[in-house]
């Protein structure tokens, strides 16, 4: 069965062909606003707490190849200042597009990234899921720039990682769960 699914992937990847109008980049500047950040640790016993919620800033790139007409997938990354808990990190990751009507026009999106830092003492490592749609709001025949407004959540693992709150409670995860709206551009 796993022979299987590796042939047909071959095949639809490949035997589409191999043209440069497959392929297209994006670049997006979001911003993030949380609607709920929840924030567990042991203080005693294990309990969770809201924290006040800030805007985030986040840059990323993401390069896509179309598999069908109205089906793109894409490989991205990039950067993220997380307001709140003061939060700065790198995500790699991938995404999934469909098209209602071809790659140039309206689509609804699903984002998967992991979340990495250098500064351990604030988290350990996370994810984001990310659901969203865009619009085209200007259309030009070498790129267009998107709209896009969407629904994430940023979880953080924080094992071994500082205090957010109190000082002295041993910090688990963090969750941020956020609306936003994103400004880009594809090429």
């Known amino acids: 069965m796993n022979k299987l699914f590796l042939i047909i992937m071959f095949l639809l990847f490949f035997i589409n062909g191999h043209t440069q109008d497959k392929w ?27 924290i006040e919620s800030k805007t985030s800033f986040a840059l990323q790139y993401a ?12 490989a991205l990354t990039g950067i993220q200042q997380q307001y709140g808990a003061n939060f700065f990190m790198y995500k790699i990751g991938t995404n999934v597009k469909y098209y209602f009507v071809d790659s140039d026009n309206v689509y609804t999106y699903l984002q998967y990234a992991g979340n990495f830092t250098v500064d351990k003492n604030k988290f350990k490592n996370g994810n984001n899921l990310r659901l969203g749609i865009g619009f085209p709001v200007m259309k030009r025949n070498s790129f267009n720039l998107n709209l896009n407004i969407f629904y994430d959540i940023n979880h953080f693992n924080l094992s071994g990682s500082k205090p957010l709150m109190f000082g002295n409670e041993t910090p688990k995860s963090i969750f941020f769960r956020s609306y936003g709206i994103s400004f880009g551009i594809k090429f």
């Open 24 to 50: 297209f980049s994006t670049v997006e500047l979001d911003f993030i606003v949380p609607n709920e950040i929840e924030y567990s640790y042991f203080l005693e016993h294990y309990t969770s707490s809201h």
């Open 63 to 74: 390069i896509n190849y179309k598999l069908f007409d109205k089906l793109s997938v894409g």
